[in-house]
């Protein structure tokens, strides 16, 4: 079951806000990601856990905060966002090993900041 | 640096034609992946295909298939006798090896419309 779930599936927020999003996977993967993309461009990666310690972070501003509760869980909490965060939220899971492993992506959260 | 270029922004094509759409890639390693990934309008990317550097045997899947050279750099993707269902964005993807959880560089996407 090669399945990533992601909620909400889509979340309006005003600048002032305080909101999580939630990702879960269900294959025994150790790596998890978060993206974002804005409309006909391709993801930009955000955050990177692996074996649930953060790995990665693309220099992302400090309004979003990840949390990997564990090795199924990865949330992203929200906070004072700006209208410009609007954008489409991936989430995506792999093995994490020394080999680059294939990464599963959920439906994404389409985050509207007003 | 790695790159990834996918020069066809948008191709249209009518039901049954086949298409391919392309990918060039830059990387310093002698190692690394290549991935395709479909986004189609509900927005979540579906995993199409990985390949290994090691790897250029041509693959088919279905009305799906990949044509791997390394001597141009190129990871192009072929459809036969496209259907409207393909409608989407298509992205190629690099990764390098020997990196735990490391980010997929992608390329900036080709729009496919298919219509009947």
């Known amino acids: 079951d090669t399945e990533v779930t992601q909620t909400p599936k889509h979340l309006v927020m005003g600048m002032t806000n305080k909101k999580s999003l939630k990702c879960e996977q269900h294959m025994g993967h150790r790596a998890m990601y978060w993206y974002k993309q804005k409309a006909k461009k391709p993801p930009e990666l955000m955050f990177v856990?692996?074996?649930?310690?953060?790995?990665i972070n693309e220099s992302v501003p400090s309004r979003f905060s990840p949390e990997c509760p564990n090795s199924s869980l990865l949330n992203l909490h929200l906070h004072a966002l700006q209208p410009e965060d609007s954008a489409l939220y991936l989430c995506?899971?792999?093995?994490?090993?020394?080999?680059?492993?294939?990464?599963?992506f959920g439906p994404g959260t389409r985050l509207t900041v007003l | 640096a790695q790159k990834v270029t996918q020069a066809q922004t948008e191709i249209s094509v009518v039901e049954k034609e086949d298409v391919t759409l392309d990918c060039v890639y830059e990387?310093?390693?002698?190692?690394?992946?290549l991935f395709w990934y479909k986004q189609p309008p509900s927005g979540e990317l579906v995993f199409l295909i990985r390949r290994n550097s090691f790897d250029e045997q041509n693959e088919i899947s279905g009305r799906y298939s990949w044509n791997f050279q390394k001597s141009t750099s190129s990871f192009n993707f072929t459809i036969t006798a496209s259907q409207v269902v393909d409608s989407a964005v298509y992205f190629c993807?690099?990764?390098?090896?020997?990196?735990?959880?490391?980010?997929?560089?992608f390329g900036k996407g080709t729009t496919l419309s298919v219509s009947s």
């Open positions: 993807a690099l990764s390098e090896a020997n990196q735990a959880g490391t980010a997929l560089i």
């Open positions: 856990y692996s074996y649930e310690k953060l790995s």
């Open positions: 990387t310093r390693d002698t190692t690394y992946y």
């Open positions: 995506a899971s792999s093995q994490a090993g020394l080999e680059p492993d294939t990464q599963y």
